[in-house]
C-alpha cells in the first residue's frame, strides 16, 4: 500500500506512504491518490479531506527513475490515472482540500498548494519547483495558479530558479496559509479541518464551487500550453542530462547543451 487512509469527525485524512522516496509520486501513487480524492468526492460522510506524508518528506514529486524509464523506455507501461488523472482528481474535487506540508515537497509536492484551500507547513519543512533543473516546463496550472496565489515575481522565482524555499518564505509569499513546529503540525491542521467539517458538507461544496468556478477556464487553458511545453522539453537534450545526473548521482551540466538549450 502507498497511501493511509483515515477518517476522523468527518475529515479524512490520506498521508502519502513512501517514506524510502520521501513520497515520491510513482504510478502507482498517482493512481491510488487520484482514486482516493475521488472516493472523497462522492462519499455523503466526507466534509473535508487532509492530505499530508509519512516520514521526511511530504513528497518528493515525481520519482525520477520512473521518469527516466518513461522518457528512453518505449515499452514501460504507464498507470491507469498517473499524473494526469492526479490533476483531473485535484481540479475536480469540489470539497475542502487541507495539505499539511510536513518535510521536503518538490515538484507536486509544491504546486498541489496550488489547490488547497488551506496549507499547513512544517518550520523544518521546504519547498521547490524543479522545473528548471530537470529541463521541462511547469506543472499542474502552476503557471497560471502560483501567480494568483503569491503575486508574480514571487512565482517567477519559484518556478524558475529550482532553489529552496523555506517555511518563512512560503508563509510570507502566501504560498501557505500557517506554520507550526514539527510535532504540531498535524494537530493544527486537522483541527482547523475539523472546524470546517462541522459545518454543512452542502454549504462547504457551494463555498467553494463559487470560489473555484471562475478560475476553470485558466486553469484549463494553463494545462494545454504546460503540457505542449513538456511534451517538447520532455526528452530533449536538457531533460535527459538531468534525468542521467541523477541516476548517477552527479550534478547536470546544462553547459554543454546544444545551443537554444
Known amino acids: 500500500m502507498v497511501l493511509q487512509i483515515a477518517d476522523h469527525a468527518r475529515v479524512r485524512t490520506i498521508t502519502l506512504d513512501r517514506p524510502e522516496a520521501l513520497n515520491a509520486f510513482n504510478e502507482e501513487l498517482y493512481d491510488a491518490t487520484a482514486e482516493a480524492l475521488r ?12 492530505i499530508t506524508g509519512n516520514g521526511r518528506g511530504f513528497s518528493a514529486g515525481t520519482d525520477l527513475i520512473e521518469m527516466h524509464k518513461i522518457a528512453t523506455d518505449p515499452t514501460f507501461v504507464r498507470g491507469r490515472h498517473g499524473f494526469v488523472g492526479l490533476f483531473d482528481a485535484l481540479v475536480e474535487f469540489p470539497k475542502p482540500l487541507v495539505v499539511a506540508v510536513n518535510g521536503v515537497g518538490l515538484g507536486i509536492g509544491t504546486t498541489i498548494l496550488g489547490f488547497a484551500d488551506l496549507a499547513f507547513m512544517s518550520t523544518t519543512a521546504r519547498l521547490k519547483c524543479p522545473f528548471t533543473s530537470l529541463g521541462v516546463a511547469p506543472e499542474a496550472a502552476s503557471s497560471y495558479l502560483l501567480p494568483r496565489l503569491v503575486g508574480r515575481q514571487d512565482a517567477a522565482w519559484v518556478l524558475l530558479s529550482a532553489e529552496w524555499i523555506s517555511a518563512a518564505e512560503a508563509q510570507e509569499m502566501g504560498l501557505v496559509w500557517r506554520v507550526c513546529e514539527p510535532d504540531d503540525l498535524l494537530a493544527e491542521a486537522r483541527r482547523h479541518a475539523e472546524v470546517l467539517a462541522a459545518r454543512p458538507i452542502s454549504s462547504l461544496v457551494a463555498v467553494k464551487r463559487t ?50 538549450w
Open 211 to 260: 470560489m473555484t468556478e471562475p478560475l476553470r477556464a485558466g486553469i484549463a487553458e494553463a494545462r494545454e500550453r504546460e503540457n505542449a511545453a513538456f511534451a517538447e522539453l520532455l526528452g530533449g537534450p536538457a531533460n535527459l542530462e538531468a534525468l542521467s545526473a541523477f541516476a548517477e548521482g552527479r550534478e547536470p551540466d546544462f553547459t554543454t547543451l546544444p545551443p537554444g
Open 39 to 50: 472516493a472523497a468526492a462522492a462519499d455523503p460522510g466526507v466534509a473535508v479531506v487532509l
